[in-house]
């Protein structure tokens, strides 16, 4: 595709290039946010992308069939509802808990809605990365490996010795083990803290870290949920909000609950360039626990919730009969540019 500086860009120019591939047509400058390219595509029609963003894959379906063949992004993003890392398990002389986990940074591209592509940096080759997953007082050891072109770290949320926070580099295939007691309970995020922390972030380095209550919360049907957002142009601002790295993955596969049975989800904001984002649940109000380090502790009962980034919490939700329950972000433009799916109660 040859370039024209004269001709307008519509979003689905964007999308048929995608951001690796805008880099290697124009070159840098162009991708400059003071630059025509960059200008043009802030000012493009954002309906013409939810358009885009909708069609193909996006067909509205009943529910998830695993025995169907879908993207390896969107079955990402439905794997990662459910996928709890809990490492390997061994028990220490003084009878401590100790899991052991493998993160690797990778650099590559990772598919974010049908057709898009995104340039990222990730652990173990998603975005976001693995949810780690440990009961408070477990030893955690987590030996990370750069495979990255660039220097990387993890930085864990919660409570931990300040030689284990993640802030001195590790090189270009070299490797570090971060080692330290999983506390407070409740719900954390990881992610690498080299700056320019806001591209490191928005590249995909970021993931959940969950860390159980000695006493058990009650049963329920768990739910994994990172809030993100994707700037295609490389201009500062997203064109693309997701939940777990796919736009539009729960409507085009709606999350199957049951009527009556208790519905947990872990959600956490990593959404980079945009100062906060939301939860809004239709229909149906949920009780929501901030950080959720204290299972007694009295929730906030509601229907919408706001997160700033590195925010997280637990929602929990009864759904009291038979539907499709929507939710979405409640900023309208994050809902028609991906962020946006439905519960489906049965």
């Not at 991708?31 to 067909?59: C, I, R, Y």
């Not at 947990?264 to 626990?289: G, P, Q, W």
């Not at 433009?333 to 946006?340: N, T, Y």
């Amino acid at each position: 595709m040859s370039f024209d500086p004269k001709r307008p860009v519509s979003r689905r120019d964007v999308l048929k290039w995608g951001a690796a591939g805008a880099a290697g047509i124009f070159g840098a400058s162009v991708l400059n946010p003071s630059s025509w390219f960059a200008q043009t595509v802030k000012a493009m029609d954002k309906h013409e992308l939810h358009t885009a963003l909708q069609h193909g894959s996006h067909t509205m379906a009943h529910g998830y069939d695993p025995s169907k063949t879908l993207s390896k992004g969107l079955k990402s993003a439905i794997d990662a509802l459910t996928a709890f890392d809990y490492g390997k398990v061994s028990i220490r002389a003084d009878g401590k808990t100790v899991r052991d986990y493998e993160l690797v940074a990778y650099d590559g591209e990772v598919e974010i809605a049908d057709g898009i592509k995104f340039p990222g940096w990730t652990f173990n080759g998603t975005i976001p990365g693995p949810t780690l997953r440990c009961t408070e007082g477990d030893i955690l050891r987590i030996k990370f490996t750069n495979g990255s072109t660039h220097p990387h770290t993890i930085h864990f949320h919660g409570i931990h010795p300040t030689n284990m926070d993640g802030l001195e580099p590790i090189a270009s295939g070299a490797e570090f083990i971060y080692e330290f007691e999983a506390k407070p309970a409740g719900l954390h995020v990881y992610h690498c803290h080299i700056p320019p922390l806001a591209k490191h972030i928005h590249k995909g380095l970021y993931g959940n870290y969950i860390v159980d209550p000695i006493k058990p919360r009650k049963p329920a049907r768990e739910l994994n949920m990172v809030m993100n957002g994707f700037d295609l142009d490389l201009d500062g601002g997203n064109e693309v909000y997701t939940v777990n790295g796919y736009a539009f993955a729960y409507q085009a596969y709606p999350i199957e609950v049951n009527v009556g049975e208790l519905v947990r989800v872990y959600l956490s904001n990593m959404t980079e360039f945009d100062l906060i984002n939301s939860f809004h649940l239709h229909a149906n109000f949920f009780r929501y626990y901030e950080v959720g380090a204290d299972p007694e502790a009295r929730p906030i009962f509601t229907d919408t919730i706001m997160q700033c980034q590195g925010q997280r919490g637990i929602l929990e939700i009864e759904f009291p009969s038979p539907g499709k329950y929507m939710f979405h972000a409640h900023q309208s433009e994050f809902a028609e540019l991906g962020w946006m799916g439905f519960f489906m109660a049965k």
